[in-house]
């Protein structure tokens, strides 16, 4: 081996990448937002998780140990106290909105304190041998790690609203799950897992087939015909749709069968929710690729799409551990919305008029995406 002819192969190598400004910028920006996004998204708590309080205490406020727990969880960022009901809020059944809400998915839980809370608590404090006093969580346990980051919070309170006293518990939290009662971290996992597959394997594979049938002239020969773009389009979008659905009912069964995971509501459901979030990243795929001048800048978009949707949609953490700054992406990306549409008809049980919001808008999304597309490739005709 000759070190001047490596050198010349490498020297031709840099020099094509010279006249690629886009590529140049891949290489810089590319790494740069991964370890950002990498960086905040993996040193992130789960925070502002969105709760109701039901403070029935009849005690005095200022020898009310519920206002003190209340008042320890109001200095940290874990949870969200959306609204305190009280002894005031008459004419209302607090414990029931509270429980409709967390149905609805509105919040994720309702912390109840009974008329006697403190009046237990410190009769209790001296008497180990009795009953404890009580607090109740109403939980929506679609989310293992959003349940015990509000387990772990109530319990932060208590001890710190007790002090000393923490040491004789006299006060015992109950937890209702309202959705999940039985529900793994793998029931949580596979509906995110099959968001992700069906996304992967679409988003690759239509930008693969339009790289390939652009070089091989193809696609040219195919705009000759009579076929209309928009059939071409729809073409393309009804063929990794199903790829994308026959991949997900894999994922199903095999789930099903290896880990006996829940689904509580209709697999359908789930599988139509894959096949239209799988036309809709075909269309995605289709348009970033026309927009591609060569083979290479178009598998730059791959890492570009892939990355912010894995680390920012919910697959493998609650969105509320995202940090705030990054938040607000998530609301932009489609598979946030596929995956709580699955987990919602696979975990609560619900059909399609409960996720209506979710189903809308990756019907929007595959429309837009398709009818882009199809722009795109009249502009090439």
């Known amino acids: 081996m000759k070190i001047d002819r490596v050198l010349a192969v490498a020297r031709k190598n840099l020099r094509s990448l010279k006249h690629d400004r886009r590529t140049i910028g891949f290489l810089v920006l590319m790494p740069l937002l991964m370890i950002t996004i990498f960086g905040y998204t993996f040193g992130g708590n789960v925070k502002n998780i969105e709760v109701y309080i039901v403070n029935l205490d009849q005690a005095p406020a200022n020898q009310s140990i519920s206002a003190a727990i209340i008042a320890d969880l109001e200095t940290r960022d874990t949870l969200d106290i959306v609204r305190i009901y009280g002894p005031s809020d008459a004419g209302v059944d607090p414990v029931g909105m509270g429980r409709d809400k967390v149905k609805d998915a509105k919040i994720w839980a309702t912390i109840i304190f009974n008329e006697t809370f403190t009046q237990d608590a410190t009769r209790l404090a001296g008497d180990s041998s ?58 949580f996992f596979a ?138 992406i998530s609301n932009f990306i489609p598979l946030t919305y596929a995956v709580e549409g699955m987990r919602s008809v696979m975990i609560r049980g619900w059909g399609i008029g409960d996720i209506w919001l979710q189903i809308g808008v990756l019907v929007v999304f595959a429309c837009v995406m398709l009818l882009l597309s199809a722009y795109s490739l009249r502009k090439r005709r």
């Open 130 to 187: 009795g009953q404890s006093a009580l607090v109740r969580m109403m939980v929506d346990g679609t989310n293992p790690n959003i349940v015990q980051a509000i387990s772990n919070d109530v319990l932060t309170a208590i001890r710190t609203a007790l002090g000393s006293r923490a040491f004789v518990a006299p006060i015992a939290v109950s937890t209702d799950l309202v959705y999940g009662k039985d529900a793994r971290f793998i029931d």
């Open 191 to 328: 509906p995110g897992v099959m968001g992700l597959a069906a996304m992967m394997v679409t988003f690759m594979l239509s930008i693969i087939s339009f790289i390939h049938e652009r070089s091989t002239s193809t696609l040219d020969r195919l705009l000759t015909t009579p076929v209309t773009e928009g059939e071409i389009v729809a073409g393309y979008a009804l063929a990794f749709g199903l790829v994308g659905l026959i991949q997900s009912a894999v994922i199903i069964l095999a789930a099903v069968a290896l880990f006996d995971i829940q689904i509580v509501g209709n697999p359908l459901t789930a599988l139509l929710i894959i096949f239209v979030f799988g036309a809709g990243i075909q269309g995605l795929g289709f348009l970033l690729s026309s927009m591609a001048k060569n083979e290479f800048q178009a598998i730059q978009f791959i890492p570009l799409i892939l990355f912010p949707s894995i680390l920012l949609s919910g697959v493998f953490w609650p969105i509320e551990a995202v940090p705030a700054v990054l938040r607000p």
